[in-house]
């Protein structure tokens, strides 16, 4: 019986680009060309849900990372130079935030040190619960404009922020580009000095050391592969005040996102009808053929009952009756629906980000601890004042509102009872009641509103501004049309007489001529710039501590994504190690290498560089392994499975040309007892012949992949599992690695299914149009000509392949 058990095996309608295994449940992502992102389970590799490129988001996916927790997904677009965060169990976008270069790599890691600071802030993270109510959900009537957001997933954006211990998404690009973000949304650093385009990254967990592979431009201008430890001990000797700022800081970003969301239904409750009024009556003004004023005309009407022909065609013929009905309303809805979003969801909001604002502010001041960090006690009071600015603007909005519901009211039912009359029809004896305060209320409601404005139609193609809500949802940088009248307001005149508190810091300035969209806008750019600041000097202190030249390569392929190809980075956390395992095809194509450094970079690491001889085999427990006792290989492809074992496709001899899916074990070939001198002057592919090497031992971890021209391999050392890849990018195959084992571990795997079924009763819901066809397909399969069928396709493929 061959090693390791295949259990899936799938031929793609597109070639795939990247893959990456979850590492908490038996589930692949997968990237393809034309920016779809697939999620397939392990068990005969069936699709759970498919994520369709989008315009807003983009189309061009170049690399992927699962968040160590198997929730979140992550993925860079090149085209639009976004990153996404995704939901594994419902295909949701949850959140998108912009990057200065494309991504070109991302690693997802969680930092594993222990400290009584960091264990005594994790049993206190939910203080803010005790204090702060819960944020209500999002209206399920609305659903937002902004593409990637849904009424149902305002619970999803606060839950972004996941378990309490720190984790760290880190992305590579061009140009050196490097960023860190705590809990994958907060840039926790900025970092510079890197030269090349990167290709690999990796964290180490006790976040002393960060490992990059570059690629840079050789002196003869050959792409040249390059190994980078950047020195991130900052990180390291902060590490509980590192982790308290950046969940504060991921806190006020998931609390920005949800302002932003509350606004975006304020807008959709906002209807275009309730701009009827204001349009209708500027096209009588421009229609009419007397030199009346609009509010003499309606003041006619008011006081004696009469109307002049064309207002009463105005009324008649354009508003209606029943138009006008259904502007009432449309305006009473409206405004109720806003109201309630103001008070329940802008309010609660904006409290809540002032309390974590405020207590970041108390950390700043304990200057001892944070400083080093970059926080600043004076922006961040500046910060606290915009919040601040921007709860005073949502309550005069809510001022606003009231007046503007209590003005309509009176002044529809005035009006539908004079269109009443001029129909003569019959007027109910509840409204034909007015007094005298009635009439006085109606009257200053119409010379308030009913005014020309010849400033406001050269700005807006309309003399009047009836409805005066909407101004506040407009994101426009203008001063409002008709800002509210404060002339007897006693609070404002006191301040402008007081020389002391008139310009107080602190009192929040209100902003009385602006929006409140702009209010917001200037909020979340004062924010912003608190958050920027730690980022900068986080990543000024980041330092080159290791630059290694390993080698040139030729020009790649077009054809051949450079997320698979070779050095790949591992980080030993128990013996705090980073690996690089890598090729030279081009000086010892028999040959795999291996470079160790230690996560502390003044740390003396002895054997830093060993390769393994893949031409000779020297295990001959059995008949077989001895008849390939002198074997040539070629290594197309490796990953390190975990600590103690590597993963690798290998290459026959080139007249044979078999390809052959092995676990290299680490111990034999760390054993080398030769020391290798690195020369400082040369690349690595110059002194080649001075690195000790050790022989190829396989034993029986190996399997022949048969007709199949395998080129790449994803692994998941902690699932068991690996995804093999063929050269042309479509036809994969599954595996179980550790077959042995699943006997004598029967309940850990009876647990870790358990663990799934959660996340696969709430995925086949999801994907339940997308795995009933799989599921016929894959039935059919299994009848005896279906089977046998889809087995000549696989080979018929790979025969040309191989061809």
Same mark, same amino acid.
């Given at each position: 019986m061959p090693a390791f058990r295949q259990v899936g095996e799938k031929q793609l309608p597109n070639p795939v680009l990247c893959m990456a295994w979850s590492p908490k449940r038996d589930l692949i992502a997968l990237a393809n060309t034309t920016g779809e992102l697939l999620l397939h389970r392990l068990a005969s590799f069936q699709r759970v849900w498919s994520l369709p490129p989008s315009e807003y988001t983009g189309k061009e996916i170049t690399a992927l990372a699962w968040r160590p927790d198997g929730k979140i997904l992550a993925f860079s677009l090149g085209d639009t130079k976004q990153v996404v965060l995704c939901g594994v169990e419902k295909a949701e976008i949850l959140h998108v935030f912009p990057v200065q270069n494309p991504g070109t790599c991302m690693h997802w890691m969680e930092v594993m040190e222990e400290s009584s600071a960091l264990s005594a802030f994790y049993n206190s993270e939910d203080e803010s619960k005790l204090f702060l109510p819960?944020?209500?959900?999002?209206?399920?009537?609305?659903?937002?404009?902004s593409k990637i957001f849904s009424e149902e997933k305002s619970d999803e954006i606060m839950n972004l922020l996941g378990e309490v211990r720190l984790n760290i998404l880190v992305l590579g690009g061009d140009h050196g580009f490097v960023e860190l973000y705590a809990y994958g949304m907060y840039k926790i650093a900025t970092l510079t000095g890197v030269s090349g385009r990167c290709r690999s990254l990796s964290l180490s967990s006790d976040l002393k050391s960060l490992s990059v592979i570059t690629e840079v431009r050789s002196a003869d201008n050959n792409p040249e592969i390059c190994y980078v430890q950047l020195d991130t001990g900052l990180l390291s000797d902060c590490l509980p005040e590192v982790t308290r700022m950046a969940r504060k800081f991921t806190h006020i970003s998931t609390l920005l996102q949800y302002?932003? =969301?509350?606004?975006?239904?304020?807008?959709?409750?906002?209807?275009?009808? =309730?701009?009827?009024?204001d349009l209708r009556l500027t096209k009588f003004v421009q229609e009419k053929n007397t030199t009346t004023q609009v509010q003499d005309e309606f003041l006619e009407?008011?006081?004696?009952?009469?109307?002049?022909?064309?207002?009463?065609?105005? =009324?008649?013929?354009?508003?209606?009756?029943?138009?006008?009905?259904?502007?009432?309303?449309?305006?009473?809805?409206?405004?109720?629906?806003?109201?309630?979003?103001?008070?329940?969801?802008l309010q609660s909001g904006s409290e809540a980000l002032l309390y974590h604002l405020s207590e970041v502010k108390g950390m700043s001041l304990w200057k001892q601890k944070f400083e080093p960090l970059g926080l600043d006690s004076v922006a961040l009071e500046g910060a606290i004042t915009a919040v601040g600015s921007f709860s005073l603007k949502a309550n005069e909005?809510?001022?606003?509102?009231?007046?503007? &519901?209590?003005?309509?009211?009176?002044?529809? *039912?005035?009006?539908?009872?004079?269109?009443? *009359? &001029?129909?003569?029809?019959?007027?109910?004896?509840?409204?034909?009641? &007015?007094?005298?305060?009635?009439?006085?209320?109606?009257?200053?409601?119409?010379?308030?509103h009913f005014s020309e404005n010849e400033?406001?139609?050269?700005?807006?193609?309309?003399?009047?501004?009836?409805? *005066?809500v909407g101004q506040y949802l407009k994101d426009e940088d203008e001063d409002l049309v008709s800002p509210p009248n404060t002339k007897g307001n006693q609070w404002l005149n006191f301040l402008q007489e007081s020389t002391y508190l008139k310009e107080s810091p602190l009192l929040f300035p209100s902003y009385p001529q602006k929006s409140l969209h702009f209010v917001k806008r200037m909020m979340e750019n004062v924010i912003e710039h608190c958050l920027q600041k730690p980022a900068e000097v986080i990543g000024k202190s980041v330092k080159q501590a290791v630059f290694l030249p390993l080698y040139t390569v030729p020009e790649s392929s077009e054809n051949t994504p450079r997320l698979f190809e070779l050095p790949s980075l591992w980080n030993d956390k128990k013996a705090k190690m980073h690996y690089v395992v890598f090729c030279m095809p081009e000086i010892s194509p028999c040959k795999l290498y291996l470079l160790r450094k230690g996560t502390d970079p003044n740390r003396h690491i002895p054997n830093s560089v060993v390769?393994?001889?893949?031409?000779?085999?020297?295990?001959?427990?059995?008949?077989?392994?001895?008849?390939?006792?002198?074997?040539?290989?070629?290594?197309l492809d490796a990953r390190f499975y975990d600590d103690e074992m590597l993963t690798v496709v290998l290459q026959g001899a080139e007249e044979d040309n078999r390809r052959v899916l092995a676990q290299l074990p680490l111990s034999s070939t760390l054993s080398c007892e030769t020391e290798f001198t690195w020369e400082p002057n040369l690349r690595l592919d110059q002194q080649t012949s001075a690195i000790p090497c050790q022989g190829l031992v396989l034993g029986n971890q190996w399997r022949e992949l048969e007709s199949m021209k395998a080129q790449f391999v994803a692994v998941n050392g902690i699932r068991k599992v690996a995804?093999?890849?063929?050269?042309?990018?479509?036809?994969?195959?599954?595996?179980?690695?550790?077959?042995?084992?699943?006997?004598?571990?029967?309940?850990?795997?009876?647990?870790?299914?358990?663990?799934?079924?959660?996340?696969?009763?709430? &995925?086949?819901?999801?994907?339940?149009?997308?795995?009933?066809?799989?599921?016929?397909?894959?039935?059919?399969?299994? *009848?005896?000509?279906?089977?046998?069928?889809?087995?000549?396709?696989?080979?018929?493929?790979?025969?040309?392949?191989?061809?």
């Amino acid at each position: 019986m061959p090693a390791f058990r295949q259990v899936g095996e799938k031929q793609l309608p597109n070639p795939v680009l990247c893959m990456a295994w979850s590492p908490k449940r038996d589930l692949i992502a997968l990237a393809n060309t034309t920016g779809e992102l697939l999620l397939h389970r392990l068990a005969s590799f069936q699709r759970v849900w498919s994520l369709p490129p989008s315009e807003y988001t983009g189309k061009e996916i170049t690399a992927l990372a699962w968040r160590p927790d198997g929730k979140i997904l992550a993925f860079s677009l090149g085209d639009t130079k976004q990153v996404v965060l995704c939901g594994v169990e419902k295909a949701e976008i949850l959140h998108v935030f912009p990057v200065q270069n494309p991504g070109t790599c991302m690693h997802w890691m969680e930092v594993m040190e222990e400290s009584s600071a960091l264990s005594a802030f994790y049993n206190s993270e939910d203080e803010s619960k005790l204090f702060l109510p819960k944020l209500p959900t999002l209206p399920k009537s609305y659903s937002t404009t902004s593409k990637i957001f849904s009424e149902e997933k305002s619970d999803e954006i606060m839950n972004l922020l996941g378990e309490v211990r720190l984790n760290i998404l880190v992305l590579g690009g061009d140009h050196g580009f490097v960023e860190l973000y705590a809990y994958g949304m907060y840039k926790i650093a900025t970092l510079t000095g890197v030269s090349g385009r990167c290709r690999s990254l990796s964290l180490s967990s006790d976040l002393k050391s960060l490992s990059v592979i570059t690629e840079v431009r050789s002196a003869d201008n050959n792409p040249e592969i390059c190994y980078v430890q950047l020195d991130t001990g900052l990180l390291s000797d902060c590490l509980p005040e590192v982790t308290r700022m950046a969940r504060k800081f991921t806190h006020i970003s998931t609390l920005l996102q949800y302002l932003h =969301l509350s606004l975006t239904c304020m807008c959709e409750a906002w209807e275009d009808i =309730l701009m009827q009024m204001d349009l209708r009556l500027t096209k009588f003004v421009q229609e009419k053929n007397t030199t009346t004023q609009v509010q003499d005309e309606f003041l006619e009407l008011l006081l004696w009952g009469q109307s002049s022909p064309e207002l009463q065609a105005l =009324l008649m013929n354009q508003l209606t009756v029943k138009g006008l009905k259904k502007l009432g309303h449309s305006i009473e809805s409206s405004y109720s629906s806003i109201q309630k979003l103001v008070i329940s969801h802008l309010q609660s909001g904006s409290e809540a980000l002032l309390y974590h604002l405020s207590e970041v502010k108390g950390m700043s001041l304990w200057k001892q601890k944070f400083e080093p960090l970059g926080l600043d006690s004076v922006a961040l009071e500046g910060a606290i004042t915009a919040v601040g600015s921007f709860s005073l603007k949502a309550n005069e909005l809510l001022q606003v509102i009231d007046k503007s &519901m209590k003005n309509f009211k009176a002044f529809f *039912r005035w009006l539908y009872v004079a269109m009443l *009359r &001029m129909c003569e029809e019959h007027v109910p004896p509840e409204l034909n009641k &007015m007094t005298q305060k009635d009439i006085a209320f109606v009257a200053d409601f119409l010379s308030e509103h009913f005014s020309e404005n010849e400033e406001l139609f050269d700005r807006k193609g309309k003399y009047f501004n009836v409805e *005066r809500v909407g101004q506040y949802l407009k994101d426009e940088d203008e001063d409002l049309v008709s800002p509210p009248n404060t002339k007897g307001n006693q609070w404002l005149n006191f301040l402008q007489e007081s020389t002391y508190l008139k310009e107080s810091p602190l009192l929040f300035p209100s902003y009385p001529q602006k929006s409140l969209h702009f209010v917001k806008r200037m909020m979340e750019n004062v924010i912003e710039h608190c958050l920027q600041k730690p980022a900068e000097v986080i990543g000024k202190s980041v330092k080159q501590a290791v630059f290694l030249p390993l080698y040139t390569v030729p020009e790649s392929s077009e054809n051949t994504p450079r997320l698979f190809e070779l050095p790949s980075l591992w980080n030993d956390k128990k013996a705090k190690m980073h690996y690089v395992v890598f090729c030279m095809p081009e000086i010892s194509p028999c040959k795999l290498y291996l470079l160790r450094k230690g996560t502390d970079p003044n740390r003396h690491i002895p054997n830093s560089v060993v390769s393994v001889d893949l031409s000779h085999h020297l295990d001959n427990a059995d008949d077989n392994a001895a008849a390939q006792s002198h074997y040539v290989y070629s290594c197309l492809d490796a990953r390190f499975y975990d600590d103690e074992m590597l993963t690798v496709v290998l290459q026959g001899a080139e007249e044979d040309n078999r390809r052959v899916l092995a676990q290299l074990p680490l111990s034999s070939t760390l054993s080398c007892e030769t020391e290798f001198t690195w020369e400082p002057n040369l690349r690595l592919d110059q002194q080649t012949s001075a690195i000790p090497c050790q022989g190829l031992v396989l034993g029986n971890q190996w399997r022949e992949l048969e007709s199949m021209k395998a080129q790449f391999v994803a692994v998941n050392g902690i699932r068991k599992v690996a995804c093999v890849l063929s050269a042309n990018l479509r036809h994969i195959r599954v595996f179980e690695m550790d077959v042995e084992d699943e006997d004598e571990e029967g309940a850990d795997s009876q647990n870790n299914s358990a663990d799934q079924e959660g996340l696969d009763t709430t &995925m086949t819901s999801q994907g339940q149009g997308e795995e009933s066809v799989e599921a016929e397909g894959e039935a059919g399969e299994q *009848r005896g000509d279906g089977f046998q069928k889809t087995e000549e396709h696989l080979e018929s493929e790979e025969a040309l392949e191989l061809s």
